[in-house]
């Protein structure tokens, strides 16, 4: 049988030992919660890292690559969640799972949810495509708004490589036109000069990728036909 002394003794150490665990857990809380809030103190996984913390940056050597996060425009580049450049893409996002969206971007209230802007010769401020080998379903850029809202609108010159224009010279009144074509395009064709004719119909053919400019009539003698052709679907 353990004598009264002994059994006081051991419940005080037993105390003792809960009491400085929990000093020690204590403690690290706060060492804890101090860094997250400290300026200058490593990114915790796992943790807020909030308070005087005002964006945490990565960079490769020479800063050809970088990223930052919670940009709060103390660099000058802008009041930004996520701020990324390098050689090949300043920010990239890929979804591993159907339906699943590489990028998204919201925008509630007056901005963009994706502003894309090129500054460069010869570049695009946003480029979408679709794979090389897709399906014929698949598709580059999808614009899409309910009615009334516009689904796409366009400031400027338009291009589409699936237009362009034809020449019918007298005594000819039909041109091929070589074009990649489905049993759904629809093939638009006007006369862009005054020649006596006009364009009485157009005969696509899906098999042999073209279509037929076919004209009323022949254009006055001595002159030329140009009629401007466009492919939609």
């Known amino acids: 049988m353990s004598k009264p002394g002994a059994t006081h003794s051991r419940r005080q150490l037993i105390l003792g030992a809960a009491s400085a665990v929990g000093v020690a857990a204590a403690a690290s809380a706060a060492r804890i919660t101090d860094a997250a809030a400290t300026q200058g103190s490593p990114v915790l996984l796992g943790q807020d890292n909030t308070g005087a913390t005002s964006r945490t940056g990565v960079f490769v050597s020479g800063n050809t690559e970088g990223a930052t996060l919670a940009d709060s425009n103390v660099s000058g580049k802008g009041n930004v969640g996520v701020y990324g450049y390098g050689r090949d893409a300043g920010v990239r996002g890929e979804s591993s799972i159907a339906n699943g969206n590489g990028v998204t971007g919201v925008a509630t209230g007056f901005g963009h949810g994706v502003q894309g802007i090129s500054s460069g010769s010869g570049g695009a401020g946003v480029w979408g495509a679709a794979a090389n080998g897709a399906p014929a379903g698949d598709v580059g850029v999808v614009a899409a708004a309910l009615w009334p809202a ?36 629809l093939v638009l064709a006007t006369v862009q000069n005054s020649v006596g004719s006009s364009v009485a119909y157009v005969a696509p053919n899906v098999a042999a990728r073209s279509f037929t400019v076919v004209l009323n009539k022949a254009p006055t003698s001595g002159k030329t036909a140009r009629v401007a052709w466009f492919v939609v679907n």
Not at 156 to 173: E, M, T
């Open 150 to 185: 516009t689904a796409l609108q366009v400031g400027g010159i338009a291009v589409f490589d699936r237009s362009g224009s034809v020449q019918i010279a007298a005594p000819a009144k039909s041109a091929v036109v070589k074009v990649e074509l489905t049993s759904s395009s």
